[in-house]
């Protein structure tokens, strides 16, 4: 039986203030209901200590929303994935479609980020997912195969037994447009073949989160579909009430 897990991606966004407002009445409210599952932040980098600070003991996970492919040396403006443990961090989101097209950071690229938290004991968050183009031209399961291939070449398939991956159809994320509950189940149950083609007890092991517009009133439904363990939320999860109750849909 796979926990469920919801991550809040903050992105760009907050100050020391509203970051430290945002975790204390996250830990408020989550100390209200007992969850069965696991919940998370990835937070910007310079939050990250002030983060780990407040959250320590409370079982809410702390991550990045990005991890170098390098140990340590001249790369400008990239953070190891030892300074993100050093600094209390379980998780690194990897490949996210914001990285992948305002960024240009390619598979392979992404590939060797998610390498490198494995490596290190970090735990990967593989964000994967189509343009609206390429969903329309009929590619979403070339796109997202080419996505997990470049990874699984890289990293190995036993990898993923210490990763998460997240579906994000990139046409759904920030534009209030959420992939229906079936459209979601039917790419999550393709990946989750694409590994089991590989090894099938990484397969149903490895927890496939949705990201994509999530809110409270479209959670539960996807969160029933039988591949999806949880979510990857992005605007939702900058409102302490809104992100609580996806949280509590997830279980
Ligand atoms: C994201 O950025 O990972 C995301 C899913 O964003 P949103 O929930 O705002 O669509």
Redesign the pocket.
């Given at each position: 039986m796979r926990r469920s897990l919801v991550i809040g991606?903050w992105?760009m966004n907050g100050t020391r203030a509203s970051t430290q407002q945002l975790l204390g009445d996250l830990l408020a409210g989550l100390g209200e209901k007992a969850l069965t599952g696991e919940v998370g932040v990835g937070v910007p980098f310079v939050f990250i200590p002030q983060a780990a600070e407040q959250l320590k003991n409370t079982g809410i996970l702390l991550g990045s929303q990005n991890v170098s492919d390098q140990d340590a040396g001249a790369y400008t403006g990239e953070i190891a994935a030892t300074m993100l443990r050093e600094f209390g961090c379980s998780f690194a989101i990897v490949g996210?479609s914001?990285r992948r097209l305002l960024y240009h950071e390619s598979s392979p690229e992404v590939a060797a980020r998610y390498n490198k938290a494995i490596e290190h004991g970090l735990t990967p968050v593989l964000?994967v997912g189509e343009r609206l183009e390429q969903r329309e031209l009929g590619e979403t399961f070339n796109v997202i195969d080419e996505q997990l291939t470049a990874v699984l070449a890289v990293a190995g398939t036993a990898s993923f037994l210490r990763a998460v991956i997240?579906y994000?159809p990139v046409w759904?994320?920030?534009?209030g447009k959420t992939a229906t509950a079936e459209q979601a189940q039917a790419v999550h149950e393709f990946i989750r073949q694409r590994i089991a083609s590989e090894d099938q007890h990484v397969a149903q092991a490895v927890r496939i989160l949705y990201?994509?517009?999530?809110k409270p009133e479209n959670a539960e439904a996807l969160f029933a579909m039988p591949d999806i363990d949880g979510g990857?939320?992005?605007?939702?999860s900058l409102d302490a009430r809104s992100f609580l109750s996806i949280c509590f849909s997830a279980g």
């Open positions: 991606n992105k996210h914001e964000c997240a994000e759904a994320i920030g534009t990201g994509g517009s999530v990857l939320i992005g605007g939702a």
